[in-house]
């Protein structure tokens, strides 16, 4: 079955980089998108970016400067690197499967960041 | 960027009532509109896609309309287990966006 798990630290410094690693199972990372989306602590959703595919990337242009995604296949995980943290960086992020049309079918639980000293 | 507009924040219902939820489209979406339920300390899950079309596994109580960038979910006769927050979220262009989300309390 299909599944994706978010992993990487609870806690991480202001400025620092946040590194976090999603896992996928059930399906092929070169057959399917997956889209990294946060969401703060009682708000709404918030698209940051997407692994296409085919191996390139997008992303949100507010978070273009800070956000780098990437992939290693064998492994079946997709990569999300932040930097500069702030404490409005506080929040869960989400891996999620995209569909053919850009929705998302499967999401991963979600893992909370507190950044914070 | 695409705005979607949803309404009401919050609501408030009984067991066995019907319910809808709205959004609106700053621009046409061309039906490209989806629904997901959360329940707290959950991740989102999808309910509906294409505006109106049930995803697997979904029950057939829960559907999806539109009309013009107007687009409705519907829950009727609701259930204990419908509690949750719902957003929807357009899939028609990038970024996709989501709408502010609509928090369903049942009496």
């Known amino acids: 079955q299909v599944q994706l798990k978010e992993s990487g630290p609870g806690l991480v410094q202001p400025s620092e980089t946040l590194s976090l690693t999603c896992t996928v199972s059930g399906f092929s990372l070169t057959s399917y998108n997956v889209h990294w989306v946060r969401q703060p602590p009682g708000k709404g959703l918030e698209w940051m970016g997407v692994?296409?595919?085919?191996?390139?990337?997008d992303y949100n242009s507010a978070l273009k400067s800070r956000l780098s995604i990437s992939r290693d296949t064998s492994k079946n995980q997709v990569f999300l690197k932040m930097n500069s943290l702030q404490s409005e960086d506080t929040t869960t992020y989400y891996c999620a499967r995209g569909s053919y049309n850009n929705y998302f079918d499967y999401w991963g639980q979600g893992v909370m960041v507190t950044v914070s000293s | 960027d695409i705005q979607m507009t949803q309404s009401p924040a919050s609501l408030s219902a009984s067991l066995g009532e019907t319910v809808t939820i709205e959004c609106l489209a700053s621009e046409d979406i061309y039906s490209n509109l989806a629904w997901y339920q959360q329940k707290p300390g959950k991740s989102p899950q999808l309910l509906i896609y294409d505006a109106s079309s049930l995803q697997d596994g979904v029950p057939s109580r829960f559907s999806g309309s539109e009309s013009g960038t107007q687009y409705s979910l519907e829950i009727n006769s609701l259930q204990s287990e419908d509690a949750a927050t719902y957003f929807c979220?357009?899939?028609?262009?990038?970024?996709?966006?989501f709408g502010g989300g609509t928090k369903l309390e049942l009496k």
């Open positions: 979220q357009q899939h028609h262009d990038y970024p996709p966006t």
């Open positions: 692994m296409w595919s085919g191996g390139s990337t």
